[in-house]
C-alpha cells in the first residue's frame, strides 16, 4: 500500500482538482447544474476507493492533515468579506432577504430531525441533512462533519457529502423553474427594458482602494499575512468557546475575526486590505479543501441511508417552494425582482450560490435585468447566511449532543 505524507496528498489533490475542470468542461450536464469541479475530481477518487473495497484491495493511503487549515482559510476569507457597507448598499432588502433565509435554515433543521426520528435515526442526522447541508452546501457539510461524527453521527462526512450533492442538483433544476412559474402566472415584468446586446451581471462588491496597488504581489502577501494573523488569533477564540463547553467548529473564531477587522478597515483605513486578495485565496483554500476531503471519503459508510436522505430530501424541497412561493414573494416585494430573488433563494438554499446565480441569469436572459435582485440574492447566499447559519448549527449541536 502506497502511503502518501500531507504535501503529496495536497499535490494529489491538486491534480485532480485539475481533471475535475477538465472533466466540468467537456461535460455540458455538470456544467449546467453546476457542479463543483473539487467535487469531480474528488469522487473520482472516492469512487476508485470505493471500488478497491469491493475488491479487498487499500491501493493508497492519504494524510489528511492539511485539510483542517485549509478549511479554516476558506471560511477566514468568508469573514473577510463580511462588510457592514454591503449591508448599507442594500439596507433593508439585504436584512430581510437574510432575515428569511437564517428562519428557513432552523426550519430545516427541525424538519430534518423529524425525518430522522421517523426512520429510527439521532436527530443530529436530521441536522446534517438540513442547514448543514442544504443551506451550507458541502464546503459547510464537510466542514462540521467531525463535530457530527463526534456527537454519535456514524458517516456524517458521506451522508454531507451525499445530501448536498442531491440539494445541488435540486436546487438547480426547481429554482429557474420556480422563478420562471412565478412570472409567468404573476404576469411579472421588469422594472426597466434590457437591451438585447447587454449582459446581466451581479452586482460588483465595493473594491477597496488598496485593490488598485500597483504591485500585486505585495498585495497578495498582505492578504496572506492577514488571513494567517485571522487564523492564528481566531483559534484562541475557537478554544476560549471551548472551554465554556459551547461547541463551535475550528473556523468560527477566524471568520469573527476576519468580519471584525474588514470592518474596521471600511471605517479607519489601517490595514489595507484587497478584496480580491481574500477572495483568490478563501477560493484557492475551498476548492483544495473539497478535494482534498472528497477523496478522504468513505462512500461506503451510506449503505441503507438511501431512502431517508431521498424522502428527506424531497420533503425539504417541498418547504423551500412553498416557502418561496408565499412569504418570500409577498416580504420582497412581489414584483419582477422578487420572482427571481425567489428563484435565487431556491437555489442557494438547496444548492450553492453558483446555483442561485445560474437560475438568475438563465431567468434574467429571458425575461430582463433584475438589478435588486442581483444585489441582495448574491450577497446573502454568497456569505452572510454562512454566519447565520454557522450559528443555527452550532446551537443545535449543542442542543442536541
Not at 87 to 108: D, E, K, N, W
Not at 167 to 172: E, K, L, M
Not at 375 to 401: E, M, R, S
Amino acid at each position: 500500500m502506497l502511503t502518501l505524507d500531507s504535501i503529496q496528498t495536497l499535490a494529489c489533490g491538486g491534480l485532480f482538482l485539475l481533471v475535475g475542470y477538465a472533466i466540468r468542461r467537456r461535460v455540458p450536464v455538470l456544467m449546467r447544474f453546476s457542479i463543483p469541479a473539487p467535487v469531480i475530481g474528488g469522487l473520482l477518487v472516492a469512487l476508485f476507493m470505493l471500488a478497491c473495497r469491493h475488491w479487498g484491495v487499500t491501493p493508497v493511503r492519504f494524510d489528511t492533515t492539511l485539510e483542517q487549515p485549509l478549511m479554516v482559510a476558506f471560511f477566514t476569507g468568508i469573514g473577510f468579506n463580511a462588510s457592514a457597507s454591503l449591508l448599507r448598499v442594500g439596507g433593508r432588502q439585504i436584512l430581510l432577504f437574510l432575515g428569511l433565509a437564517s428562519g428557513l435554515a432552523v426550519v430545516q433543521n427541525l424538519l430534518g430531525i423529524g425525518m430522522a426520528r421517523a426512520f429510527g435515526l439521532p436527530p443530529l442526522f436530521g441536522v446534517v441533512t438540513g442547514s448543514v447541508t442544504l443551506a451550507g452546501g458541502p464546503a459547510t457539510g464537510l466542514a462540521f462533519a467531525p463535530l457530527f461524527v463526534e456527537a454519535g453521527v456514524h458517516g456524517a462526512q458521506s451522508v454531507a457529502l451525499a445530501n448536498a450533492m442531491a440539494g445541488i442538483v435540486c436546487g438547480s433544476i426547481l429554482g429557474s423553474t420556480l422563478g420562471a412559474l412565478l412570472i409567468e402566472r404573476l404576469g411579472l415584468h421588469p422594472a426597466c427594458a434590457q437591451p438585447d446586446d447587454e449582459a446581466q451581471a451581479p452586482a460588483p462588491a465595493p473594491v477597496a482602494a488598496t485593490d488598485r496597488v500597483s504591485d500585486p504581489a505585495y498585495a497578495g502577501l498582505r492578504s496572506l499575512v492577514f488571513i494567517l494573523l485571522a487564523m492564528g488569533i481566531g483559534a484562541w477564540i475557537s478554544a476560549g468557546f471551548g472551554k465554556l463547553g459551547v461547541t463551535l467548529p475550528g473556523y468560527i473564531g477566524a471568520m469573527l475575526v476576519g468580519a471584525a477587522v474588514h470592518n474596521l478597515d471600511d471605517r479607519f483605513g489601517w490595514f489595507g486590505l484587497s478584496v480580491r486578495g481574500m477572495e483568490l485565496i478563501g477560493n484557492t483554500s475551498l476548492s483544495l479543501f473539497l478535494v482534498v476531503a472528497l477523496m478522504n471519503l468513505h462512500l461506503w459508510d451510506l449503505a441503507g441511508l438511501a431512502l431517508p436522505l431521498l424522502v428527506n430530501l424531497a420533503a425539504q424541497s417541498v418547504l423551500v417552494l412553498a416557502f418561496c412561493c408565499w412569504p418570500l414573494l409577498r416580504l420582497m416585494g412581489r414584483d419582477y425582482d422578487a420572482a427571481v430573488m425567489a428563484s435565487g433563494f431556491t437555489g442557494f438554499m438547496l444548492g450553492t450560490t453558483a446555483n442561485a446565480v445560474a437560475g438568475m441569469s438563465s431567468l434574467t436572459e429571458r425575461f430582463g435585468r433584475a438589478p435588486r435582485a442581483f444585489l441582495v440574492a448574491p450577497v446573502v447566499g454568497a456569505f452572510l447566511i454562512d454566519f447565520t447559519n454557522a450559528i443555527i448549527i452550532t446551537g443545535f449541536v449543542n442542543f442536541w449532543k
